[in-house]
């Protein structure tokens, strides 16, 4: 069993910065495979980053060269660094990490990016 817990995200205008982390209840040297999915308003959930246990980074095209995945594993904690925002950035971002066959999720946070 895995418990996420997400923190940051909000409101910020195009152009701007955000860092999302994901806390593990668990060392995340353990964790498979640990990312961030997000959901726009009235579409479908969409991959936006994976990081593989050993080091391996998958980007979603419409990220790519904005957004960076990162995991500490001193602290159990994954983060996204999300810069130059743009407003089809707007979503609920899920964190998630696959343990030995299963997927566990984080609760979501908010990013919203508007002038």
């Known amino acids: 069993q895995v418990q996420l817990v997400q923190s940051g995200g909000g409101l910020v205008q195009p152009g701007e910065s955000l860092r999302l982390s994901c806390e593990a209840s668990?060392?995340?040297?353990?964790?498979?495979?640990m990312g961030w999915y997000r959901q726009p308003p009235g579409k479908q959930r969409e991959m936006v980053a994976v990081?593989?246990?050993?080091?391996?980074?998958i980007y979603a095209d419409s990220v790519k060269g904005r957004f960076t995945l990162s995991r500490d594993h001193v602290n159990n904690t994954a983060y996204l660094e999300m810069n130059s925002l743009k407003f089809e950035d707007t979503a609920l971002y899920l964190c998630?990490?696959?343990?030995?066959?299963?997927?566990?999720w984080g609760q979501g946070t908010q990013v919203t990016v508007s002038s």
């Open positions: 998630y990490a696959e343990l030995q066959g299963t997927i566990y």
């Open positions: 990081s593989k246990r050993w080091g391996s980074r």
């Open positions: 668990t060392s995340i040297f353990r964790i498979e495979e």
